[in-house]
């Protein structure tokens, strides 16, 4: 199955990508991720993005084609992928197009700005694995380390408020016209992502057959 996880910033992509890309048993590739390695290892693309990041605007589009389309010529994406964060813009959506990727679902989570901007707050990240926790929601068995990896957790810089509401603008301007991309596709499905994590599992499950 080639996926995307589609929605706005902290509706929940990489949450139930963690989880359903073990199910399926295929890779997630997230380009936020991939992007925040690179600022990590302070690699050219990461020195150029990394402002960008801080500011919550968009990468530009040649940029993150490219490391798409790397990514997606690996060997564990032949049974299929799930995209996360990617794409964002209609060149982007174009550009996947033109690589003669077919996608089968686009998977939008539905979550108001109200929703969002409380779990940002909250979030926590590990920078070892990746993993993504909530204060509230979804905390750590001690609060402060990785379940997984026993990394010391931190907070994204991005999730600065002013810094969300600007993402926010961001996606409404930039991102959703790609629902009506995809909604003339006819692969658009969408789940409402509001309530907890577990029951938009399985909402998600429901909407993809599984
Ligand atoms: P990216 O990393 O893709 O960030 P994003 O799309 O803004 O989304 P987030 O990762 O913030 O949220 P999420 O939907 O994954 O939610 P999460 O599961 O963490 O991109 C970051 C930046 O990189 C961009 O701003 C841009 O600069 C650049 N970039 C990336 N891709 C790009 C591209 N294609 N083009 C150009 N630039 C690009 O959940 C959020 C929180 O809520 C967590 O704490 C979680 O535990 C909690 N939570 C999740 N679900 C629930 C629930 N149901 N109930 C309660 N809490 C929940
Ligand atoms: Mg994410």
């Given at each position: 199955m080639n996926l995307i996880l589609f929605?706005?910033?902290?509706?929940?992509?990489?949450?139930?990508?963690?989880?359903i890309c073990?199910?399926l048993?295929i890779p997630t590739i997230?380009?936020?991720?991939?992007?925040?390695?690179?600022?990590?290892?302070?690699?050219?693309?990461?020195?150029?993005?990394?402002?960008?990041?801080?500011?919550?605007?968009?990468?530009?589009?040649?940029?993150?084609?490219?490391?798409v389309?790397?990514r997606l010529?690996?060997?564990d994406c032949r049974n299929g992928f799930i995209l996360d964060?990617f794409p964002?813009?209609?060149?982007?959506a174009?550009?996947l197009d033109?690589l003669g990727v077919k996608i089968d679902c686009v998977l939008?989570?539905?979550?108001?700005?109200?929703?969002?901007?409380?779990?940002?707050?909250?979030?926590?990240?590990?920078?070892?694995?990746?993993?993504?926790?909530?204060?509230?929601?979804?905390?750590?068995?001690?609060?402060?380390?990785?379940?997984?990896?026993?990394?010391?957790?931190?907070?994204?810089?991005?999730?600065?408020?002013?810094?969300?509401?600007?993402?926010?603008?961001?996606?409404?301007?930039?991102?959703?016209?790609?629902?009506?991309?995809y909604?003339?596709k006819?692969v658009?499905?969408?789940?409402?992502?509001?309530?907890?994590?577990?029951?938009?599992?399985?909402?998600?499950?429901?909407?993809l057959?599984?």
């Amino acid at each position: 199955m080639n996926l995307i996880l589609f929605g706005p910033p902290g509706a929940g992509k990489g949450t139930q990508g963690e989880i359903i890309c073990k199910q399926l048993g295929i890779p997630t590739i997230s380009t936020g991720a991939m992007i925040r390695a690179a600022i990590k290892d302070g690699t050219d693309l990461g020195k150029q993005a990394e402002a960008i990041i801080a500011g919550g605007g968009l990468v530009p589009d040649e940029v993150v084609v490219g490391i798409v389309k790397e990514r997606l010529s690996q060997e564990d994406c032949r049974n299929g992928f799930i995209l996360d964060g990617f794409p964002r813009t209609i060149p982007q959506a174009e550009a996947l197009d033109a690589l003669g990727v077919k996608i089968d679902c686009v998977l939008n989570l539905e979550v108001s700005d109200e929703t969002i901007v409380e779990r940002m707050s909250g979030r926590r990240s590990c920078p070892g694995c990746g993993a993504t926790y909530h204060v509230v929601y979804n905390p750590t068995k001690d609060g402060v380390h990785c379940d997984a990896c026993g990394a010391e957790l931190t907070q994204r810089s991005d999730d600065k408020p002013e810094t969300v509401q600007n993402r926010l603008h961001v996606y409404h301007e930039q991102t959703e016209p790609l629902k009506e991309y995809y909604q003339n596709k006819q692969v658009l499905k969408t789940v409402v992502g509001k309530d907890t994590i577990e029951a938009t599992t399985k909402l998600v499950k429901e909407a993809l057959g599984l």
